[in-house]
Every structure is written in structure tokens, then in C-alpha cells.
């Protein structure tokens, strides 16, 4: 179970404050208005930003204090989640081992990933030489091969067309499933949460209210809701 | 790429560790200017002579010119390593016998001198007069005294005082040869003046690129050119007020464990197996009596000026002051 | 977090790098008693503050329109032209001076130009001429440093200008001034005060007296007046004027954020037509040619040279090129965990740091280490380790200025991805630095082993008579009367600092563009 425990952010005139958990296995969007903090309380979780307090516990195990690489999750960021000067296969190769000493085996693992995300034979490209749909593709062929219990998503799909994204949404969910992980996605497009999405958290007003059946909340928005979604 | 490597490996212990001395022989250690331990100067000569007849291993440690070995001698002071220092000249005995760090050298005087010189505790091992030097193809007839220079049109590179010894010698010469009208003359020099460099070989390069007609060196710079490059272009202008001269001198320091090797070392200057190497290594004259290479020298100064140490040390600071008033503009 | 034991390792290495410049002035201050200034040292602060100001904006000045043309024409031969170009920087002082004034001086190649064509002698002898020769000796520096940043512009960025339908001025505005506006200060900082602790330059080209700096000042604190105290006082307050310089720079600069990360498409600047063309190349045969001529003449007067040499160049040579290589190793291995911390955020106090060696007096700082080590080790021992040592401290902040943008881009665009795959320690620098830094990494480690090369520094204090580097035997030479011998070995020397630089700056583009 990943859990939030009264963990408090700040910055300046920032301040943000969460204190709940989420059950395994469940897919939650991250929603509100642009500056609410939706990327901040992602980067505390992910490990790039010290909260002021509090914890973040997954499955009984503190992550509060472990280097980002060490925190038993796999991020997507926006943009550049692939490295320019790395080829496909390699930047693949860096979830199963990060100083890139691959085995065979390892490489067959590869191979299989990238069909997974219909990027067969393309191991060798570079990313300049892809679209940037088949970059998302790679970066989620990662994350199975990293195969973490959490999965922080950025909106990483907020570049593609309505039809690209909404079958990545759809392969996210499949990889999701396949990797038995927690998937909690950062995104301003209230159709994003609803197709994809059990539960949404809410960030607004300084807080990031505990999760909500997102169709249930989406139908009797509160007030810092509504006023998101322009109702 | 491995040949390389391995010649860098057998290259760094020499960079790091200078003679590894045999533990027995006794060392002899002389502090002295860098151009007098270069391949071309008499040191390494000089160094295989000695040995010969020592029994002792003479090693020098270098520093600048004259007056860095003095600076460094002052900061070192009595935990010196240097038995003996050789190289600076009467402009700095002053300060170095001020200092008390040197000893009586117990030699018998210099004998091959222009003018008397005794000091208990430097003794001289060779010596020049200053002097400009110009190119006879391209300066026909070259003024002859201060004056003349400073009405002329022609151009002059001298050396700064506070960086070279060359340039404070000219700076004794003017003072020991005009006084208190020293500034006058200064002021009739500035505008012949191209440029002032910080050491002598910048200046002499200068003139030898064609950039001034003159340039302030020795009157033995010249034979430089005639012995070793068969070139007779080269001479000295003689003034009517005489040439101040360069002694250069050799002390014991006070603080040495081996007072006896290091006198041993200071009579050998004096000796034919010291003196003949200076001539045409360190392009200047011998300091004990000694036939001169054919054709070192052409014709000697009238007059030679020299100011005593302790006139040379309580003129050089209103000297410099002078010089800095006249050519600050 | 991750990040925190190499802050730890770039904090212990500025401290050292604070207390190895000020350490020495101590040094010297306390053996002398005290610190002291007089009133004529403020002719030498005056003078000094105007050449080194005035150098500094001249060759800025001059490197944007020709970085720019660089960075927007290609033509055959530019590769070739940028490295050339950068040979000035790499000359020691007296090399330079003596090929400046082939071309520049009294008897030099434009005057007997002119006087053919019946023209008026020039003279090079005065503060302009200690103003050619600054620009002359770091323009190179500042070509090198704006066009790294013009290249360092995404493409994207570019093709956004040119969808919004830029002109060439709307590009300047919008893309290349806050490029410039983060890197200027920088790069004049960085020439204020090397020229800070000029000495040699502005006194040969100065014409006299009245060009005196304050290194000057300090050689005659030390020398004329055995003035100690003095001399302490003059390079505490030359190295104090370093400091604010740097301090101004940050000011200036702020901490701007790099340009962005791209995907490693080809630079798509297109070269605009009309007067900008004839504009552009005006200024590349204008530095082509103020920066090649004296670069030639120095080797037309070398190569006769050559065949005087003494059989002594070669080991000196291989003993320079050693400690060159070392130095740059060393230099570049510090150099890239101060740039680590502070693009991850470290203490600026540690960008302070790198940045003053630059005004340190190379006199005082000679004197102070060899007044602190004395005491333990003789001098001669010590040659090699504080010829390394005082090698790396003046090329560090050099090698600072160009790793920190491309370190911080890196940081920026990629720092996140990297600790979130737990892409750390060895692998991070094998798979990310290395691949992603190459060039710049052959940039800085070439130019510190040339610096190292061409530099006479201290060794002259500490070395004993067998261990003369090239430098020091371009230097007997001439002290020699062998000026032509000299000409030839000083020509060894430029080329195998340039061969040096060379080798590792292509090796580290070849790197980097595989």
C-alpha cells in the first residue's frame, strides 16, 4: 500500500499537505489548477524534492530519505525521458541495469519490450530519428522492463493527438496490469481521469485531498473543482 | 600510445627526484642565476672542473638573477641550503652584507679588475661595463656621451630597474655619472626611449628584431657575435662620461656546515679552470688575469665609474624615483 | 540525497582552492609582519584597472560578431580557422609579444607595409599596444567561450524563430541576447582579470614607467625594496579586485537557466544573405588575420631556428608535455566535480573559487608556497608537485567557465531522468557525462595541458638545473644570446601545445558527435 503520511511541502509562498494512502494495484489521476503543486508533490514522491515533513511509505517501507534511484518506482516525465545519444535499445537497457552491462538474456528482454510497444527493430535508432509518439512508447517499454510496484507519469502524454493518446492511456493501463503498479499520473485534462483513472486526488487550496471515485467526483465537483473546470 | 606512457614513466622520476647524490660524497651547494647553470652558460663546465679535484659533489640551485637570489636568500636566512652564493653584483652587496648572513671569504683579492675592489666578504669572479650597443650597418656614427643620445632621434630599448639588474646599472651609471642632474638627463632620454622591458633578453631580442637602434647591454655583447656567429656588425659606443661597471661576486654564507669546501670553492674561482670558462660562456670579462680570446674585445672604456656599495644602496631609491618622475609623463 | 557526498568533495576542494590563493599572501604577510600599501601603488591600481578594463570589453566586443559569424557560416576550412584561432591563448607572453611585434612594430611587416606606400610609422609602444596585445593574447578566449554558447542554442529553438517568421534581428533579440547576456559577464570577468596580473606585456608594450601594474609593483616590492609586507598588501589587493570582478560577473549573470534541452538535431542557423553576409565576412578575415599574421611570423622566425637546436629540446619537451598532460587530467577531474555540485545546486562560494585563481600574483604565490613548504621539503624536491599544482590553479578557472554551462544544461535537462533510473557514480559518467560532455571535457583538458605547457610560472623558483622544461630553455636561450636557437624552440614549444590541444580537443568532439 503507498501511503502519504502528513507529508507537508513548501517553498516560499508555497505549501502543500497530503495524508493518505492509495491501495495497490489502483490507477489515480492527479488533478487542479496549473501552480496547485501537482508536479511538486510528484517530485517529493519521486524522490527530487525534500518535504519539510512528514513520510512516504510504500508497502510498510519508508522512502522518505532514499535517493531517487533508489525508490522502488519508475517516473515519466513530459518530455525527455529518453537520452538523446543513447539508442533505443540502450536507453531500454538502463531500466534493467543503469551502468548498462547487459547479459543476453537482458538483451532478449529488450528486444521483447519493444515489441510489446510495437517499436520492433527500431533498438538501434536514436531518438531524434522516432516520433514522438514512438518515444512515449519507448519510455513505457522501460517501465515494464523496470518493472517498479509505483509508476509517477508527468503528463507525459500532453503532446500527442486525442487518438495517439488515448491508445497510450490504453498500453499505460495494459503495462500497469502486466507490472501489478500503482499508477499515479499527473494530468490537466479531465478525460485523461476519466478514462483512465479508478480514483482522482484532488490539488487545490494548499491541500492534496485523499483520492475520490473519479466519475463520482467528476459528476459533483467541489467548489476548487468546478471553478478548474470552468462549470 | 605505450612507448610514450613508458617514456613518461622513466622521464617523471628525473622531474621529481634531482640527483640522487652518492650518500658518501660530500655536497657542495652553490645558489646562483639561472643563465649561469644553462647549458650555454659556465656553469656546467664550471661544476665538472671543480669535482675533478674536490672529492665533492657540486650541485646548484637556481633562482631569477642576482637580485631574486637575494630576495630568496632573505626569506630563506640562515636554514639556506646554499653554501655559497654566486651572482650578485656591487649594486646588492649592500643589502646582502646588511643581511648577516655572509662570511668572510679569506681569498686573496681579485686581480684582474679596471678599478681596486676589496670586500671580506664578496669577492668578485667576473666583470663588464655596460654599455649601448648598436648595429654599425645601420647607425653610422652614434652619439657619444648622455646628452648627445638624448638630443639625437634615435631609439633605445632599456630594462626596467625593478625587474632586471641590467637596468638598475643604468640607473647607478647615470647617477654616478651626473649627480643630482641625473633627472635632466632622464628627461632628455624619455623620448628616445621605445620601451622599457622587464629583463634584459626581451630588450636585447627588441633590438636585434631592428625595433630600436640601441639597446642597453655590456660592451662585451658584441663579441658574442664576432666569436660565436663570424658576425661583425655589432658594437658598443664608447661615452665621454665613462661606463659604469658590473662586478660580479661570489659570498660564503655565514650559516654553511662546510665553510672549508665552500672557501676551497671560492679560491677556485679565481683559478684558470674557473676563469677561462667565463669569457665565452657568460660573455664577460675574467676577473683574474687571463689572455681573452682573440677578438673578445676591440677597445676598452677611457673611464669607468662605479659607485660603493653603500653609495649604490642610499642612491637607489630617490634614483628610481627620479626615473619613474621622468619617464612617467 | 544522492548529491550530498559530492558537494562534500567540491566543498574540500574550493576550501583548498581559497586557501592555496590566499594561503601563500598569508604566508608572506605573517613572515613579513604585516600587510602594507603606499600611495604610490595607486598610479599601478589606476593603470592596471584601465588596461585590464578596457581589454576585457575590447575583446568582448570583438568576440560576438565574430563568434557569430562562426557559428552561422560554413564555409572550408572553418574547423580548421576555429582551432587556429584559438593558438594566441595558448602562446607564452614573450612568444607572443615577439610575433606581435614582427607584424605590429617599428621594423615589423605593416610599418615597412606603409612605408613603401609612403604612410606614417605607426608605433605600438604605448597603452594601445598593451591593448593590441591583450586583445591579441584573449580574444581567442572569448571566440571560444560565445561560440560554445551560440552552438550550445537547441535547434529547436531556432526553427521556433523561423516558424514565428524571425528575422535575423528578432533571432538576436529573442534567442541570442539572453545567451549573451548569461555568458558576457563571464567572459569579461575572466579577461579583467587575467589581465589583472599582467606584467610582462604591459610593461614591454607599455613604452615605460608610467605602465605599471601592479604585478609590477609587486616585483619591486619584492626586489627593489625587499618590502615584503608590501608586496603581500599589492597582491592581496590584486587578487581582491579578481574577487569583485567574479562577484560583479554573478551579478550580471545571475543563474539564469541553460537554453533547453533539444534532441541533438544538426544546428539549423541559417546564414542570412545581403550585407549580413559581407558583414560576417569582414569580421572573420578581420580575426583571421590580427590573430594568424603575428602566429605566422612567429613561425617564419622559428623555422631557421631549427636547425640550431640544441639536443636538450627534446627531453625538456617530453618533461613538459608530461607535466602538461598531468595538469590537464588533473585540472579537468577537479574541474568537473566543482562543476557537478554547483550545477546541482552546491554553494556559489564554490564558483567564487574557481574563479579567483585567475587574479592571484604568480610572484607572491611562488613565494608564499615556497615559504610553506620550505620548512618540511626542499624546494627542488617540491618542483614537479607545485609546478602541477600551480598549473591547475591557473588553468581551473578557465576549464570552470566552460564545463559549468554545459554541466548545468545537463543537470537541467537530463538530472531528473538519470537519478530516477538510479544512474549514479561510474555508469552516470560513463553513459551520461562522458557521451554528453566530450567535447567540452577535450576543450578544457587540451587547453590546460597548453596552458601547463607554455607556462613558465614558479618552476623558475623551485627547479634545479636538470629539470628545465621547454619554457625555461626558450628562456636560456635567449639569455644565451641565442635568439634564433630560441625562435626555433620556442616554435617546438607553440607546436606541441597546439599538437596537445589539438589531439584532445578533436578527440573529445570525435567523442562527443560518435
Known amino acids: 500500500m503507498f501511503r502519504l503520511d502528513n507529508l507537508v511541502l513548501a517553498q516560499k509562498d508555497f505549501r502543500l499537505t497530503a495524508d493518505w494512502s492509495i491501495r495497490p494495484g489502483a490507477k489515480v489521476a492527479v488533478i487542479g489548477p496549473s501552480g496547485a503543486g501537482k508536479s511538486s508533490l510528484l517530485a517529493a514522491i519521486a524522490g527530487f524534492y525534500q518535504p519539510v515533513s512528514g513520510r512516504v511509505w510504500l508497502d510498510q517501507r519508508d522512502l522518505t530519505a532514499l535517493p ?156 476548487a473543482l468546478a471553478a478548474y473546470l470552468g462549470r | 600510445m605505450r612507448p610514450f606512457l613508458a617514456a613518461c614513466f622513466l622521464t617523471l622520476p628525473s622531474l621529481a627526484l634531482p640527483g640522487l647524490a652518492v650518500a658518501e660524497t660530500p655536497v657542495l651547494t652553490v645558489m646562483t642565476y639561472d643563465s649561469f647553470t644553462s647549458e650555454w652558460g659556465p656553469g656546467p663546465a664550471i661544476e665538472k672542473a671543480f669535482e675533478e679535484h674536490c672529492g665533492c659533489d657540486l650541485r646548484f640551485i637556481t633562482g631569477g638573477d642576482g637580485a631574486a637570489l637575494l630576495a630568496r636568500l632573505q626569506l630563506e636566512g640562515a636554514s639556506s641550503e646554499a653554501d655559497i652564493v654566486l651572482g650578485l653584483d656591487t649594486n646588492l652587496t649592500a643589502q646582502a652584507q646588511a643581511s648577516g648572513l655572509f662570511a668572510p671569504h679569506g681569498a686573496d683579492p681579485a686581480t684582474a679588475l679596471p678599478i681596486p675592489y676589496q670586500d671580506p666578504l664578496f669577492l668578485p669572479y667576473d666583470w663588464g661595463w655596460f654599455a649601448f650597443v648598436y648595429d654599425k650597418t645601420r647607425t653610422a656614427m652614434p652619439p657619444e656621451d648622455f646628452r648627445a643620445l638624448g638630443d639625437s632621434d634615435l631609439k633605445i630599448v632599456i630594462q626596467d630597474p625593478r625587474s632586471s639588474t641590467p637596468g638598475l646599472g643604468l640607473l647607478m651609471w647615470v647617477k654616478a655619472a651626473y649627480g643630482d642632474q641625473a633627472p635632466d638627463i632622464w628627461a632628455g632620454l624619455s623620448d628616445n626611449i621605445l620601451t622599457v622591458t622587464p629583463g634584459w633578453s626581451e630588450a636585447y631580442g627588441l633590438f636585434l628584431e631592428g625595433e630600436a637602434d640601441m639597446v642597453l647591454s655590456y660592451s662585451t655583447s658584441p663579441a658574442y657575435h664576432r666569436l660565436a656567429e663570424q658576425d661583425d656588425s655589432k658594437d658598443w659606443v664608447e661615452f665621454a662620461e665613462g661606463h659604469y661597471l658590473q662586478i660580479e661576486v661570489a659570498g660564503l654564507l655565514a650559516s654553511s656546515k662546510q665553510p672549508e669546501l665552500a672557501r676551497e670553492f671560492l679560491t677556485f674561482t679565481q683559478s684558470p679552470a674557473f676563469q677561462s670558462v667565463i669569457p665565452e660562456t657568460n660573455w664577460m670579462y675574467p676577473a683574474a688575469s687571463q689572455t681573452l680570446p682573440e677578438g673578445f674585445e676591440t677597445h676598452r672604456p677611457a673611464k669607468s665609474l662605479l659607485l660603493g656599495a653603500d653609495e649604490a644602496l642610499e642612491a637607489r631609491a630617490t634614483a628610481l624615483t627620479e626615473w619613474q618622475a621622468a619617464l612617467g609623463r | 540525497m544522492a548529491s550530498r557526498p559530492r558537494s562534500l568533495g567540491a566543498g574540500a576542494i574550493s576550501a583548498g582552492l581559497l586557501a592555496l590563493i590566499l594561503g601563500p599572501i598569508a604566508a608572506v604577510a605573517f613572515h613579513a ?482
Not at chain 3, 475 to 496: D, K, N, S
Open chain 3, 33 to 514: 609582519g604585516g600587510l602594507s600599501l603606499g600611495a604610490a601603488d595607486l598610479a599601478a591600481l589606476r593603470f592596471t584597472l584601465l588596461q585590464a578594463s578596457l581589454s576585457a570589453l575590447i575583446s568582448a566586443a570583438l568576440a560576438v560578431p565574430v563568434a557569430k559569424a562562426l557559428a552561422r557560416r560554413r564555409f572550408p576550412g572553418r574547423g580548421l580557422l576555429i582551432t587556429l584561432m584559438g593558438a594566441p591563448f595558448l602562446l607564452p607572453v614573450i612568444v607572443a609579444v615577439m610575433g606581435l611585434i614582427t607584424v605590429f612594430g617599428q621594423a615589423g611587416w605593416i610599418n615597412s607595409l606603409g612605408q613603401s606606400l609612403g604612410l606614417p610609422r605607426i608605433s605600438i609602444y604605448g597603452l594601445h599596444g598593451v591593448l593590441i596585445a591583450h586583445v591579441f593574447l584573449n580574444l581567442p578566449l572569448a571566440v571560444r567561450m560565445i561560440l560554445q554558447g551560440w552552438l550550445s542554442i537547441p535547434a529547436e529553438r531556432f526553427r521556433l524563430g523561423q516558424s514565428l517568421g524571425f528575422t535575423p534581428r528578432d533571432i538576436a533579440r529573442h534567442i541570442e541576447r539572453p545567451m549573451l547576456a548569461q555568458l558576457l559577464p563571464g567572459v569579461l570577468a575572466s579577461i579583467f582579470a587575467i589581465c589583472l596580473t599582467s606584467f610582462a606585456v604591459a610593461l614591454t608594450l607599455g613604452g615605460g614607467p608610467a605602465a605599471t601594474t601592479l604585478e609590477l609593483a609587486i616585483y619591486q616590492a619584492i626586489r627593489f625594496e625587499f618590502d615584503l609586507a608590501h608586496a603581500a598588501g599589492l597582491a592581496l589587493l590584486q587578487t581582491g579586485l579578481g574577487a569583485v570582478a567574479a562577484l560583479l560577473a554573478w551579478q550580471l549573470a545571475g543563474m539564469r537557466a541553460g537554453p533547453g534541452a533539444g534532441l541533438d538535431r544538426p544546428s539549423a542557423l541559417m546564414p542570412p544573405t545581403g550585407w549580413r553576409r559581407i558583414a560576417d565576412g569582414f569580421w572573420l578575415i578581420f580575426a583571421a588575420a590580427f590573430l594568424l599574421l603575428p602566429l605566422t611570423a612567429m613561425a617564419l622566425k622559428g623555422l631557421p631556428g631549427l636547425t640550431a637546436l640544441p639536443a636538450s629540446v627534446w627531453p625538456a619537451a617530453l618533461r613538459s608535455v608530461t607535466v602538461a598532460l598531468i595538469s590537464a587530467f588533473l585540472t579537468v577531474t577537479l574541474g568537473m566535480i566543482l562543476v557537478g555540485a554547483v550545477a546541482r545546486g552546491g554553494a556559489r562560494w564554490i564558483e567564487f573559487s574557481a574563479v579567483l585563481p585567475l587574479a592571484a600574483s604568480g610572484m607572491v604565490l611562488g613565494i608564499g608556497l615556497f615559504l610553506l613548504v620550505r620548512p618540511w621539503i626542499g624546494p627542488a624536491q617540491l618542483a614537479l608537485p607545485v609546478t602541477l599544482l600551480v598549473n591547475v590553479l591557473m588553468a581551473l578557472p578557465f576549464v570552470y567557465r566552460l564545463l559549468i554551462t554545459p554541466a548545468r544544461n545537463l543537470e537541467a535537462d537530463y538530472g531528473r531522468l538519470a537519478a530516477s533510473l538510479g544512474l549514479v557514480g561510474f555508469a552516470r559518467i560513463r553513459l551520461l557525462t562522458w557521451p554528453r560532455m566530450a567535447a567540452p571535457i577535450g576543450f578544457s583538458a587540451g587547453l590546460s595541458a597548453a596552458l601547463s605547457m607554455g607556462d613558465l610560472g614558479v618552476i623558475a623558483l623551485f627547479a634545479a638545473p636538470d629539470q628545465v622544461t621547454l619554457p625555461l630553455l626558450v628562456q636560456h636561450l635567449l639569455g644565451a644570446y641565442r635568439i634564433q636557437a630560441a625562435a626555433g624552440a620556442a616554435l617546438v614549444l607553440v607546436a606541441l601545445s597546439f599538437a596537445l590541444f589539438w589531439l584532445l580537443d578533436a578527440g573529445g568532439r570525435y567523442v562527443q558527435a560518435r
Open chain 1, 68 to 223: 531517487p534511484g533508489e525508490r522502488p518506482l519508475s517516473v515519466l516525465f513530459q518530455d525527455q525521458n529518453l537520452f538523446p545519444h543513447l539508442t533505443l535499445a540502450q536507453n531500454l537497457g538502463l531500466g534493467i541495469r543503469p551502468d548498462l552491462r547487459l547479459s543476453a538474456e537482458d538483451h532478449r528482454r529488450i528486444d521483447a519490450a519493444l515489441e510489446r510497444v510495437q517499436l520492433q527493430g527500431l533498438g538501434k535508432r536514436k531518438p531524434a530519428e522516432i516520433s514522438g509518439g514512438q518515444a512515449s512508447r519507448a519510455a513505457l517499454a522501460r517501465v515494464l522492463l523496470r518493472a517498479r510496484p509505483l509508476l509517477l507519469l508527468d503528463e507525459p502524454f500532453a503532446a500527442l493527438g486525442p487518438a495517439l493518446k488515448s491508445g497510450m492511456l490504453d498500453l499505460l493501463a495494459e503495462v500497469a496490469a502486466e507490472s501489478h503498479a500503482t499508477v499515479l499520473m499527473v494530468t490537466h485534462d479531465p478525460g485523461d481521469a476519466l478514462q483512465f483513472a479508478d480514483e482522482t486526488v484532488l490539488v487545490a487550496d494548499g491541500v492534496a485531498h485523499p483520492p475520490a471515485a473519479t466519475a463520482a467526483l467528476f459528476s459533483s465537483p467541489p467548489e
